[in-house]
């Protein structure tokens, strides 16, 4: 079956920087469309990052400069590169199978000032 498995979350200091891996399995991960996505308390869940295409890329505004979305085809696995952290950040963080309703079950990442 589809899993989806959320890695690399944390507590850091505002500034800091966190590399976050969704290993996947139970689809052919290298032709499918992958996303991150955060929900913050109290408020609805967003996109961070996605690939589009094999080679496209989408990012929020907020994020823009700061994270970067990659994956390894051979380690079936998507990553969300987070640098210059901000207390705003501050979120549960999912990955996404794009267009499908599998989530993984979140990482929790705790930007302090």
């Known amino acids: 079956q589809v899993q989806l498995v959320e890695s690399g979350g944390g507590l850091v200091q505002a500034g800091g920087s966190l590399r976050l891996s969704c290993a996947t399995s139970?689809?052919?991960?290298?032709?499918?469309?992958m996303g991150w996505y955060r929900q913050a308390p109290g408020k609805q869940r967003e996109l961070v990052a996605r690939f589009s295409s094999s080679s496209t890329t989408n990012y929020a505004g907020s994020v823009k400069g700061r994270f970067t979305i990659s994956r390894d085809n051979t380690k079936n696995t998507v990553y969300l590169q987070m640098n210059s952290l901000k207390p705003e950040d501050t979120a549960v963080y999912y990955c996404?199978?794009?267009?499908?309703?599998?989530w993984g079950q979140g990482t929790q990442v705790t930007v302090s000032s």
């Open positions: 139970g689809f052919i991960f290298s032709i499918t469309n």
């Open positions: 996404h199978r794009e267009a499908s309703t599998y």
